[in-house]
């Protein structure tokens, strides 16, 4: 079983993944796909005069402020564009694909948190009304029947909190526990990026392997949204997912490439 996370960063290939994802399912390997769509929920809620607000938490990390508007249109872009844009392109290659939120089936559920403690301007203040939350539950039962039954599923965010709200989640993270509870071997997360840089943006400087119990100190150079991807693969690697590997969306093969030891590889 394997978990491969699509980022949503300017240069990621869709079809080149697509292309990639099709052939290993078509050799028999069981897949679950996730995706995000971050970047182009910048450029739509620009355009519809909702530009979109980031949060730094107390503990010093970004997350969107998603209010009821912003949900709104989080669910366009992830629900509507990329999902469907994603499961057409896996319909093309002849690979029977099947796209879900985390809300339908309650795939995805965890608790909101609709309190946050934020730093702005250097001030420590408190955020209400915020839709987000994380995934503690995943609906496996779902998921391993549409794999059965040859299905690919295609997962995206928003979440369902406990009551029965939608709420943003972590891509990455879900991923990560999707990985988890599915008990997968691998869980590939396909960046903008070769994989996790010692200097970024100096390519070069791209960390090869990172054993399991290291991971932790990885945490201060990944900077901003890539601190969320070291987060999940703790929490993976922490949860029985035999390894987790960054590696480049933007190339060809990217998946074989990284199954084959391209990128960062941690554990294993
Ligand atoms: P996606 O939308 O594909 O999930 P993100 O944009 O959230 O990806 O995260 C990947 C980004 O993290 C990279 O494009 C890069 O700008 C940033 N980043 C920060 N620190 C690092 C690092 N040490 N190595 C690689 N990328 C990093």
Redesign the pocket.
């Known amino acids: 079983m394997l978990v491969v996370k699509i ?3 300017t240069g ?1 290939d869709y079809d080149l993944i697509a292309d990639d994802v099709s052939r290993l399912v078509r050799a028999g390997n069981k897949i679950v796909v996730v995706h ?1 769509g ?2 182009l929920t910048n450029e739509v809620s620009e355009k519809l005069g909702h530009p979109p607000e980031f949060l730094t938490s107390v503990s010093g990390y970004t997350s969107r402020r998603t209010d009821k508007r912003t949900l709104e249109i989080f669910e366009m872009v992830y629900c509507g564009q990329v999902n469907k844009g994603v499961v057409e392109r896996f319909q093309q290659r002849g690979v029977n694909a099947v796209g879900l939120s985390g809300i339908d089936g309650r795939l995805w559920e965890g608790p909101r948190k609709s309190v946050i403690k934020v730093i702005r301007n250097g001030r420590k203040m408190v955020v209400r009304d915020d839709f987000t939350g994380k995934v503690e539950k995943v609906n496996t039962g779902l998921l391993v029947s549409l794999l059965e039954q040859g299905y690919l599923p295609v997962l995206t965010p928003p979440a369902i909190s406990y009551e029965g709200e939608a709420i943003n989640v972590d ?2 993270r879900a991923a990560a526990m999707t990985a988890a509870a599915l008990s997968a071997e691998t869980l590939v997360i396909l ?3 070769p994989g ?2 010692e200097k ?2 100096d390519e070069s400087s791209l960390i090869r392997k990172i054993p399991a119990d290291e991971i932790e100190q990885f945490m201060d ?6 601190k ?2 070291v987060m999940g693969a703790m929490e993976a690697l922490a949860d029985g997912v035999g390894k987790v590997i960054f590696a480049d ?1 933007r190339v060809e093969n990217p998946l074989t490439r990284a199954l084959e030891g391209e990128g960062t590889v941690i554990g294993g």
Do not use: E
Request: a positive charge.
């Open positions: 980022g949503g960063g990621i995000g971050s970047a891509g990455d960046s903008n990026v996790l840089l970024f943006p150079v990944a900077k901003d949204r890539m969320k991807k969306g």
